[in-house]
């Protein structure tokens, strides 16, 4: 019979550490929808319009790798009647934009991302519709590192509570495995029909607010 070899003390921690900022990029999604007689007439003025929405992006110095077409579609409008059952009285087409504008404007006389989307609905008119929007980073790598070096602190107090109270020493670290994660970002899925108005539309406020990366670590440490 062999004597089993001597497992090393060691000791497993799990830490976490948030980083919050204030979000750098604004992806909005700008619909286009129009009706007509036919569908030719429909998604003739859909494309129309859409033209001069992406014209008035551009003219406030949105790149055009900011501006992506995400929907197009046209549909039938019917109504039904008990003498005649369903009937078609309408085509509706329907365009999709979602355009990424930033939050902190590169120079002091670009427009800010509410007077963007302002203008934006000036030159769409009746026909746009606003889905939402998400508030984004352009780069999370400095949130994550201050993230990461707090979960690390936090790990590292724990592992060396519990090898005081045995007293022994914290020894090397043997392994270290991470889990980075962020919570939804905020977005506003109601859909808002533009009004025409003889003046340009005025920016709606938009409040960029902060939003939150957090890493979770899990590290184990020889005893000494």
Known sequence: MTDEPIRPATVTTFGRGTATGTPDRMQVSISIETRASTVALAYGQAGSRTTAVTEALRAD??????????????????????????????????????????TDRVDAGDPDPATVVAHAVDAGGDDVRLGGLNLTFADTEALLTRARDAAWDDAH??????????????????????????????????????????VPSSPVPIEYGESELSATIRATWLLD
């Open 157 to 198: 107090a724990k592992a060396a509570q519990y090898a005081a109270r045995t007293s022994r020493n914290l020894g090397p670290v043997l392994e270290i495995t991470e889990n980075t994660a962020a919570p939804p970002t905020p977005s506003n899925g109601a859909e808002f029909r533009s009004v025409a108005m003889a």
């Open 61 to 102: 110095g949105v790149l055009s790798a900011d501006i992506g077409t995400s929907g197009l579609s046209v549909r039938t409008e019917t109504t039904w009647t008990e003498d005649s059952g369903t009937r078609i009285t309408g085509y509706v087409a329907m365009t999709a934009l979602t355009v990424s504008l930033r």
